[in-house]
């Protein structure tokens, strides 16, 4: 990925939308002291060039009552090259592809998990560390045996519960 070439303007500019992206550009344009056309050509040429990738509004998890976050650590199976066909292992209606590997069964997974709200693929003992945000505690046991521990490819897993979150923040630092 090519990393793009950004200017101060450019970086208050996503400072700013980063804080708020619903502001409208006049008012960018004013935090920036640009006219409204080369500030709209600027975040144009952002959004274009895929630094900006969206824009989304920031849900309170507690509000819509899932009130547990779980993070977990999941290891898979290595043995082998390609697995056969096999029943859908993200559930009914996801489809598993032929001759597909662990991780690429278990990655087509993990899409069809609403209550995956973010995996990373890892270094280390395990290989992919999923942030998992549900209701109580009896929906994570319902999402472990039913989803996670169901799959095939899953051979370990182990859970860190939340306790307190005290920074959280979607913001990232503009080098």
Known sequence: MTKIEIDAIDRRILAILQENG??????????????????????????????????????????????????????????????????????????????ATHAELFRAAVQAWPEVVACHAMTGDMDYLLRVQVEDMAHFSRFMREQLLHHPSVIDVKTSFSLETFKETTALPIP
């Open 22 to 99: 619903r502001l409208s550009n006049q008012e960018i344009a004013e935090r920036v002291n640009l006219s409204p056309s080369p500030c709209l050509r600027r975040i144009r040429r952002l959004e274009e060039s895929g630094v900006i990738r969206g824009y989304v509004a920031l849900l309170a998890p507690q509000k819509l009552g899932l009130d547990l976050l779980a993070y977990v650590s999941v290891r898979l199976e290595k043995r082998g090259g390609p697995l056969p066909s096999m029943p859908a292992a993200g559930g009914p209606g996801s489809p598993a592809r032929a001759g």
